[in-house]
Every structure is written in structure tokens, then in C-alpha cells.
């Protein structure tokens, strides 16, 4: 009995987060229940809501180093203590997404593998992948090529072992109704290469699987949540880095794994790139691996001390929680015999227990102190309220305006139904419904070419600023040290002035855009007023939703500004003093023009072709009611007559 109480203390830590979905339900019963074809006016809506619903899966995603302990930490997280691999070579590291009660299920699909395309597969050839890219903008071509082998030799032992399958593959995935831990193995572990040569099967496509889509149902989880275990943000050949920005994009909480051996440290810059990217408020770090430490609650603090300290030194905010626990604990909590853990593990959860005053007497206090120490309970809690308290209450404040609205409509149609009619210059009337539609729209891309073009001075800005500091500094420590010592300058503050300059602009956008729609109401509801003189009825709340504004994904990945110990020696055999600065030039602009590129196509485009969908529908949604309104109000022959 007590070794089943462990996952009900699971249970209680997404309390807040299932009650929210048990709200969401009764909203998509509620707007099921009143599609009828007398309302035909609102179907639009509401099968907006609807999909709003049904596509609502908030993912989590745990990021670090390798070895840091994630997939162990993870499989702690899930209840199953084996069932991601945990010794993983970062070359076959694969995206791995653990969809729990998955309201949007595949048909007859519980396992998703998706292969590498054949694009994706030679640019690991020809360039030797992002890496290789890197040292070629560079200006080193043996780094580049070094790289490049390796990689080939890697890829020569694939397709060996695939044979005549390989070419077959690319591009393909692999879909089964159900899954075990054989074929997860053969998917995402990398096995031991001598015994994929005997016939072994574990990691037999690893190398080529891009990302696997695990759907599990499991009462102890919440209706739709994803738990995404990405490659280690030290992957060898960064293969899988644009895979694992694009999942954090997605992300509606993120887990940061640190290894309590590294973390006391400042932390890893490539994890503070990454939290660059995502909303504080969604960040939850977790120091694992301290059953490793000697006095775990002693070091507890020192290492919060550091991470703080880091943290504000890159104005990443206070917002960030810091968690500290073991997956290996979590997992001894589980296990039939918590006895068995290791020597070491067992010593340092005694310390753990004499520092915070409890007590280990028998096997249950050892489960019970090794569940509390491992803050597997405090990480779920604190991960289930933030998406509870940011994309879940946001989810339900916007159902909550949208039902409201949809009834004001509703009955404000009806009431006026069971009103004598009148009749209207219906043409005149819709012919104004879309010129507001249309200045509205036209004054929106006047606003949007401006603010991008604003945006892009402003990268173009910080891009020369950041120039500028790197080139003075390189003359001051060329000044200082000669050219015997090794030059780095971190491009983080670079990333820090693109982030709040994207911010900036976004917020932007949606402020003119509100104020469009505020115009627009107040045209559509004189229509209201004066045209078809109904006294006394507004339009629907005007509140209007944008999306959340996310930092832009793209500004986490990997530069070759970044990896400073190895390639930067070089630039001292340039000799003289102005061609090392113009040299160093060149590679800041070759790496960071592609940036501001893709902040501006694949972030700020995007950002703006979904405010434009909310202010097509805000518009389109009251011209409807108004429609609705003018039907029942004219004659049907007198309708004909006008559109006619």
C-alpha cells in the first residue's frame, strides 16, 4: 500500500491544471449544444472555439546539457523508470514528445517516428551540418572539413546498417497502434554499434529518427499535456538544434536541467541562450543529481546563490523558480526495494534527511524521504501552475468572452426577430460593413510595413552596436595581451537587444491594431444605432485576444561567436591589427545577418499573419451580427429586391 501512494502524490500536483480542463469541457459541450442552423450566424465562431479546444495541448519541454539527467529525470516524472534510454550518444539524441490523454490522437496511433528528409540528410554531407556552416562562415575550411569527415563516417555506419532501406526512409515515418520498450529502443537509444553489427536491434534507426510522438493514457495526468524531452543543448553536431528550438517555441513551460556538479558554476551559456528565448515566467530550473552531492540541502544554497547571480547578470528576471531534487531518488521512491539504491545515493538522502528533521527508520520512511527530497512533486506542481496560471487561464478567460458573446448575439437576434420588421437599404448597409472591413485591413498593413520596418532598423542597430563593442574590446585586449591569448566576446547582450527589440515591435502591433478595431466597433455599432435603430443593444464585448507575444526561438541558436575556445586562436595569424578587426567584422556580420532575417520571416511575419486572422474575424464575426440582425428586421422580398 504505501509503495502505490507515490503516484497519488503525482496526482494532487495537477489538481489546478485538470480542474481547468474540466472547465474548458464543459465549454466545448456548451458550444456543441447550440450549433443549430438557427444560429448559422455564430458557426464561424464557434467552430473557432472549438478548435481553439481540441488543438489545445500545452507542451512542456526539458532542456540541458547531457548528462545533466534529464531522460532520467523525465522517465521519474512520467512513473516509468526505464522508459526513455538515459545513456544516449548526443549524435542520435532524438526529440521525444509524451503525449498524455490526447484528446487529438492519430486514428490507430500511439507511436510516431519521423525520419530525417533527404535535404536534411546530405547538408550533413556537404557542409557537415550546422557546425561545419559555422566554421565555413568562418573563414576556417580544415575546421570545416574535420567536421565534415566525421560526420561522413557517422553516416557511412547508417546507411551500411540500413542497406537498400535507407534511401527508402528519408522523409517517411513510422506510424503503430501501439508501442513497448523494444521498439522505443530501436528508435531513440543508440545501442552499442558492435552489437548493431551482430544483428542487435536497439538504436537500428536511431541515427535518421528526427522526432518520436509517444500518446499515453494515464489517469494519474491531466486531459492533453506533452512532456518533450529534447537532444542535450551540447549536441556534437548541433543535427537536431533547429528541431529542439522550434519544440521550445512551442512550449508552454519549460524545465531547465542543470547537474549539481555543473551548476555551482556559472551556468552553461548555450542553457542561457536558450532561456533568452522564453517567457520567465514560464522557466522552471531544476538543479538534479543531488544524490551525488555529499550535504545536498548545504550546497543547495550556494548553488541557488550562483545561478541567481548569473541569472541577474543577464537580466533574465527574478521570475524563474529554481527547484533542486534527484530523478535517481524519484525513481528509488518507485522501485519495489528503495533500499537497493546506491551507497552513495542512500548516504547523501540520510544527510538530506538529518538537515531537514525527518527521520529513516524503516523501508517506508526511505520511500517517503527519498519521494520529498527528490522535488519530483514540487517540479510537477510548479510546471502545472504555470501553464494553469498562463496559457490555461488564458484559455478559459477567451472561452469565457467568446460564450458571452455568442448568447448576447443569439438573443439580441432573437428579441429583434419577435419584433415587427422595417425595411432597409440592405445593399447600402453591407456595401459600409465592408468598407469598414476593408480601411481597417488596409490601415493595419500600412501599420505592419512600418513597424517591421522599424523592427529591422532597430536589429540593424544592435547588430552595428554589438560590432562596435566587439571590435573595441579586441583592441583593448590585443593592446593588453598581444596575440598570444585567446579572444571570446559572449554575443548574449547582441541577443538581449534583437529579444526586446522583437518584443517591442510586436507589442506595437497589437496596440495599433487594437485601436483599428476599436474604430471599426464604433462604425459597426452606429450602423446599429442609426441605420437599423435598435435602441438600447451594443455590440458583443469588445475585448479582443492577440496571441501571446513569444520571444523568438531562433535567437537561441548556436553562432559561431559562440564556440570561442578552438576557432579564434586562428584569427591571430592574420597579423596586423586592422585586418584581424575586419576579419572578426566579417564573421559577426555572416553570422548575425541570418539572424535578423529570421527574426524578422520566421518569428515577426509570422507573429503579424496572426494578428491579422484576429482582426479578420473580430470584423468578420460583427458584420455577421449585423447581417443576422438585418434579416430579421427586413422583409424577405424587399431584401431580394435591394440585393438585387
Not at 203 to 219: M, N, Q, R, V
Request: proline share 4%; aromatic share 8%.
Amino acid at each position: 500500500m504505501e509503495r502505490d501512494s507515490t503516484p497519488r502524490l503525482d496526482r494532487t500536483a495537477f489538481q489546478a491544471l485538470q480542474a481547468q480542463w474540466d472547465l474548458i469541457s464543459q465549454f466545448d459541450s456548451v458550444f456543441h449544444s447550440i450549433l443549430e442552423p438557427d444560429v448559422e450566424f455564430v458557426r464561424d465562431t464557434i467552430d473557432r472555439c472549438l478548435e481553439k479546444i481540441a488543438a489545445f495541448e500545452p507542451n512542456v519541454s526539458i532542456i540541458g546539457q547531457v548528462k545533466a539527467g534529464k531522460s532520467t529525470l523525465l522517465n521519474a516524472m512520467v512513473g516509468k523508470p526505464d522508459f526513455l534510454p538515459v545513456d544516449v550518444n548526443p549524435w542520435t539524441s532524438v526529440i521525444t514528445g509524451l503525449h498524455f490523454n490526447c484528446r487529438r490522437r492519430p486514428p490507430q496511433t500511439r507511436a510516431l517516428f519521423r525520419f530525417f528528409d533527404q535535404y536534411e540528410w546530405d547538408r550533413l554531407i556537404e557542409t557537415g551540418g550546422k557546425l561545419g556552416e559555422m566554421a565555413n562562415r568562418a573563414g576556417y575550411a580544415q575546421e570545416a572539413e574535420d567536421v565534415r569527415l566525421q560526420v561522413l563516417e557517422m553516416r557511412a555506419a547508417t546507411e551500411a546498417r540500413l542497406g537498400g532501406a535507407f534511401q527508402r526512409l528519408l522523409g517517411q515515418s513510422h506510424a503503430f497502434a501501439e508501442f513497448d520498450q523494444d521498439m522505443i529502443n530501436r528508435y531513440i537509444c543508440y545501442g552499442d554499434p558492435d552489437d548493431l553489427g551482430d544483428g542487435g536491434q536497439d538504436g537500428f534507426y536511431a541515427d535518421i529518427t528526427k522526432s518520436a510522438d509517444l500518446h499515453i493514457e494515464d489517469p494519474n495526468f491531466p486531459t492533453n499535456l506533452c512532456f518533450r524531452d529534447t537532444p542535450g543543448v551540447n549536441d556534437t553536431f548541433m543535427m537536431r538544434e533547429q528541431t529542439t528550438l522550434n519544440a521550445i517555441g512551442e512550449s508552454r513551460a519549460c524545465i531547465v536541467v542543470l547537474s549539481a556538479h555543473q551548476a555551482l558554476s556559472t551556468m552553461d551559456m548555450a542553457l542561457l541562450r536558450i532561456i533568452c528565448a522564453i517567457d520567465a515566467r514560464e522557466v522552471v530550473i531544476f538543479v538534479n543529481r543531488m544524490d551525488e552531492l555529499a550535504d545536498p540541502l548545504a550546497e543547495e544554497t550556494k548553488i541557488r546563490a550562483s545561478i541567481t547571480k548569473t541569472l541577474e547578470r543577464f537580466g533574465l528576471g527574478t521570475e524563474i523558480e529554481i527547484l533542486f531534487g534527484s530523478g535517481y531518488w524519484a525513481q528509488a521512491a518507485r522501485s519495489a526495494q528503495p533500499q537497493n539504491m546506491l551507497p552513495a545515493a542512500q548516504k547523501s538522502l540520510r544527510a538530506w534527511a538529518d538537515a531537514a528533521g525527518r527521520s529513516i527508520t524503516n523501508e517506508a520512511d526511505l520511500r517517503r524521504v527519498a519521494y520529498e527530497a527528490s522535488g519530483l512533486h514540487q517540479l510537477l506542481s510548479a510546471v502545472a501552475g504555470r501553464i494553469a496560471d498562463g496559457p490555461g487561464a488564458r484559455m478559459v478567460e477567451e472561452l469565457r468572452a467568446e460564450a458571452r458573446n455568442i448568447v448576447s448575439m443569439m438573443e439580441t437576434v432573437q428579441t429583434i426577430g419577435a419584433k415587427s420588421g422595417a425595411d432597409h437599404d440592405v445593399a447600402a448597409i453591407k456595401q459600409r460593413l465592408d468598407r469598414i472591413r476593408d480601411t481597417a485591413l488596409s490601415r493595419h498593413q500600412q501599420n505592419l510595413e512600418q513597424t517591421r520596418e522599424d523592427l529591422e532598423a532597430r536589429l540593424r542597430r544592435a547588430q552595428e552596436a554589438f560590432v562596435e563593442s566587439a571590435l573595441s574590446a579586441l583592441s583593448s585586449h590585443v593592446a593588453i595581451y598581444g596575440e598570444a591569448e585567446t579572444w571570446t566576446h559572449e554575443p548574449m547582450s547582441l541577443r538581449m537587444s534583437m529579444r526586446s527589440a522583437y518584443l517591442s515591435a510586436c507589442k506595437s502591433l497589437d496596440r495599433k491594431a487594437q485601436a483599428l478595431l476599436v474604430e471599426g466597433a464604433a462604425a459597426v455599432q452606429d450602423i446599429l444605432d442609426v441605420d437599423l435603430a435598435v435602441v438600447g443593444v451594443d455590440l458583443p464585448d469588445d475585448q479582443v485576444f492577440f496571441p501571446i507575444i513569444r520571444p523568438p526561438s531562433s535567437l537561441s541558436a548556436t553562432l559561431s561567436l559562440d564556440l570561442s575556445q578552438a576557432w579564434w586562436q586562428r584569427f591571430w595569424k592574420f597579423g596586423a591589427a586592422a585586418r584581424l578587426r575586419k576579419k572578426y567584422a566579417d564573421v559577426i556580420l555572416a553570422e548575425t545577418d541570418p539572424l535578423i532575417e529570421q527574426v524578422l520571416t520566421q518569428h515577426f511575419d509570422q507573429r503579424a499573419a496572426e494578428v491579422l486572422e484576429v482582426i479578420q474575424d473580430y470584423l468578420n464575426d460583427r458584420a455577421r451580427y449585423i447581417t443576422a440582425i438585418l434579416d430579421q428586421k427586413t422583409p424577405a422580398t424587399k431584401q431580394t429586391r435591394d440585393v438585387a
